[in-house]
């Protein structure tokens, strides 16, 4: 069962006293490197990203909250399907998803791969939610305050990223 929570955030249903809350992180890649913000909240290099809000799918959650945080305009890099009769709004597929604890509740976070709309942006910060942004390459990802996890993940895109069809063979 999906709801809202007190704060207007998408849960699902809770299971074992944990609350599940869904949540999108986008992994934008440019030139071989893939962008983190130094989120103020969990004092950690994080992909901008954030919670759903009511009536708003993952894919545009995603693109909104890359835009909030980063001030750039991004797009999806991935799976596309053709369109299917009767299909009112064909998602694109995440390169990656988990779930992971944040303290009092766990996140259903799907990750996407993304680059940037056109190569003449600069990132805005949103100085309210990060403190900063760096442009990671592989090798860079095992600088302190990257999560294990995000690591990996970040790892991924850019392997991902790199392959000529953005899908690893």
């Not at 991004?74 to 998602?91: E, M, S, W």
């Not at 259903?108 to 993304?114: A, E, P, R, S």
């Not at 003449?120 to 942004?133: A, I, R």
Request: glycine share 8%.
């Amino acid at each position: 069962m999906t709801r809202l929570n007190s704060a207007g955030r998408v849960s699902l249903a809770v299971r074992n006293n944990a609350r599940l809350e869904l949540v999108v992180a986008g992994c934008v890649v440019r030139n071989g490197k893939v962008l983190l913000v130094w989120h103020k909240k969990h004092k950690e290099w994080l992909p901008p990203g954030g919670h759903l809000e009511q009536n708003e799918s993952p894919n545009d959650a995603v693109l909104r909250e890359v835009l909030e945080e980063t001030g750039l305009h991004v797009a999806f890099t991935g799976r596309h399907h053709a369109p299917i009769k009767y299909i009112r709004n064909q998602l694109v597929t995440p390169f990656f998803a988990d779930t992971h604890n944040v303290g009092d509740h766990d996140h259903c976070c799907f990750y996407y791969l993304m680059r940037l709309r056109t190569g003449k942006q600069s990132v805005t910060l949103n100085l309210s939610e990060v403190e900063e942004f760096h442009w990671f390459s592989k090798s860079d990802l095992t600088r302190e305050g990257i999560p294990e996890d995000i690591r990996h993940i970040c790892g991924l895109a850019l392997a991902v990223q790199h392959s000529t069809d953005g899908w690893p063979r």
